[in-house]
């Protein structure tokens, strides 16, 4: 690895190893999205628990301030919405030029291994892979399942995975899978974020996904609506963060987000 890929990844990933990515790129397929209608104003009282923002450069570029001070990990994937036939069917929609002058610390972009569009992600991911390793910027792989929400099994996560990392990225993004997501991070050589997916009942059920995923091998998290679509997102985030980098159990998170939320009535 060149000292800027380096250097680039360890910005994202904390000296303890581990990480906590904010995402908020949702409207690229999505449109307006709840509690994100304003996203700078969504992401400010939580600043000081995630490590990076996961966003478009439209976004970006029109509502973050330039002296924001998280790095930024670019989605430069998309072409397709929930409104049209298949949202698998996407392409790289951003030059390796933008993504510099964007000072972007990494890239996003969506697989989806299994359905029609398979090649095509793929390729895009490849590609992406070639282009932004000439520049020492990593890579983040989504294995992303569009609407069907039941391929989330060990089995169908373990293979996108490990055909990511075959195919260079640098970091790969997935679901918590309840039965063996301790083999979908072995299967993996690279490292393992977990994505949030629909929102939960509650925030304890958020708690007790992510510490499961942390102790079965994750790094870290790539976690937007359960947090900033939550009642009390502030609380959920520092609850979160302590999962990630205090290694605290579900009992104790749940404490700390009940302290912030009774502190923020």
């Known amino acids: 690895m060149d000292w800027g890929m380096k250097n680039r990844l360890s910005r ?10 904010m995402p908020i790129d949702h409207g690229y397929f999505q449109g307006p999205t709840s509690c994100l209608e304003k996203p700078a104003q969504t992401i400010k ?40 036939k298949d949202l698998a069917n996407e392409e790289i929609t951003t030059s390796i030029e933008e993504i510099i002058r ?15 569009y398979e090649k095509q992600t793929l390729l895009n ?3 992406l892979v070639n282009e ?27 293979l996108c995975c490990r055909i990511a990392a075959e195919l260079g990225a640098a970091v790969v993004k997935t679901y918590w899978c309840e039965k ?10 690279v490292p393992v974020v977990i994505a949030g997916g629909p929102k939960c009942a509650s925030e304890v059920d958020v708690f007790k996904f992510v510490y499961d995923g942390m102790q079965k091998g994750a790094i870290g998290i ?30 104790k998170a749940g404490k700390i987000f009940d302290e912030i939320k009774n502190k923020n009535k």
Not at 12 to 21: A, K
Not at 132 to 158: F, H, Q, S, W
């Open 12 to 21: 994202l990933i904390q000296p303890d190893g581990r990480c906590f990515f």
């Open 125 to 127: 991911l490849a590609k």
């Open 222 to 251: 790539n976690l937007g609506r359960n947090v900033w679509q939550s009642p009390h997102p502030e609380a959920v985030a520092a609850a979160l963060r302590a999962i990630i980098h205090e290694k605290a159990d579900v009992k």
């Open 45 to 84: 009282p939580l600043l000081p628990y995630f490590d990076a923002l996961f966003v478009t450069r439209g976004v970006l570029r029109s509502v973050i301030d330039p002296g924001f001070n998280k790095p930024i990990i670019l989605r430069v994937s998309g072409g397709t919405s929930m409104v049209g």
């Open 180 to 189: 063996d997501f301790d083999k979908v991070v072995k299967g993996c050589p």
């Open 102 to 116: 964007l000072n972007a610390a990494a890239v996003g972009v969506s697989i989806f291994v299994g359905s029609d």
């Open 132 to 158: 932004c390793g000439n520049y020492g910027i990593p890579v983040m792989a989504v294995t992303a399942v569009g609407k069907e929400l039941e391929k989330r099994d060990a089995r169908y996560l373990g």
